[in-house]
């Protein structure tokens, strides 16, 4: 219930419960090495969490500079900052860190809807998040090979997409790809997609929303043997392929190659184009 002033707090088993809001010293790193952090309903603003393993609980928002995030389950509310998953971890409760980043070895399993801020730029970098329902943030970015799975719809103002697999589904906005080879399984609400380069390969049929401008200007959009209806491909440079008709209202086809199947619709050619496709 009083203050404590330690700059290093290490809760290795047990739990530390904070009587009232800032408890902890501003500067302090606190470590969770299989213990319980419960804030109740108490703010509370430290420099670093380092959960390495244990329970970060309690409706008060706990905010830092940076969250470490290795394993275990936040069930708690985590406030603004930058938070960095590197392991299996299970969030429960809340976070509107700045930036969330999803590295290499990091599984971050969101327990329901909403767990995350609208605020939040989202980056899974050869990681993994896998959705508990319906969220939105502000940028979603996906590459080296990260992935995004599970239930629900995660909808972002943009998507960066350079390289991963989505095996759940993204909302409305603009979708870019860009390096990488990124496989659709799910669904992409987008009504702008580019691919400046890179590749996108369309896992099922119809991933893509049907009221889709779909832009090449470099890269690659691979259908496989699945059927996809959009509304415009504007092909200024690039490759379509794939065995599955697509099918558009307009085809503007102004440089690259079809390799592909285009289905019904009006195709205006205005520049160099090689139709090896159908």
Do not use: K
Request: net charge negative; glycine share 20%.
């Amino acid at each position: 219930n009083g203050l404590l002033g330690a700059a290093t707090v290490g809760i290795n088993s047990g739990s530390l419960v904070l009587g009232g809001a800032d408890r902890l010293a501003s500067g302090a790193t606190v470590t969770l090495g299989g213990g319980t952090l419960e804030s109740g309903a108490n703010a509370t603003t430290i420099t670093t969490l380092q959960l390495n393993s244990g329970l970060v609980t309690g409706a008060g928002l706990l905010t830092a500079t940076t969250y470490n995030l290795v394993t275990g389950e936040v069930a708690g509310a985590l406030g603004a900052g930058v938070a960095n998953v590197t392991g299996a971890v299970s969030l429960t409760g809340t976070t509107v860190a700045t930036t969330l980043n999803i590295n290499t070895g990091g599984v971050l399993t969101l327990g329901s809807a909403n767990r995350i801020g609208d605020a939040t730029a989202v980056v899974v970098d050869a990681g993994r998040m896998v959705l508990g329902g319906n969220d939105t943030v502000a940028t979603f970015g996906l590459l080296n090979g990260g992935s995004l799975a599970g239930t629900g719809t995660l909808t972002a103002a943009t998507y960066a997409l350079q390289g991963g697999v989505v095996s759940g589904n993204l909302g409305t906005g603009t979708a870019t790809v860009t390096v990488g080879t990124t496989t659709l399984n799910g669904l992409l609400g987008a009504l702008a997609v580019d691919i400046n380069s890179g590749s996108l390969v369309l896992g099922g049929g119809n991933r893509l929303a049907s009221g889709a401008t779909v832009t090449l200007g470099g890269g690659t959009l691979e259908s496989g043997a699945n059927a996809t209806t959009i509304a415009t491909l504007q092909l200024n440079s690039g490759l379509v392929t794939g065995a599955g008709l697509l099918t558009a209202t307009t085809y503007n086809l102004v440089t690259g190659e079809v390799a592909g199947a285009l289905g019904a619709g009006v195709a205006n050619v205005t520049g160099a184009v090689s139709l090896t496709g159908t």
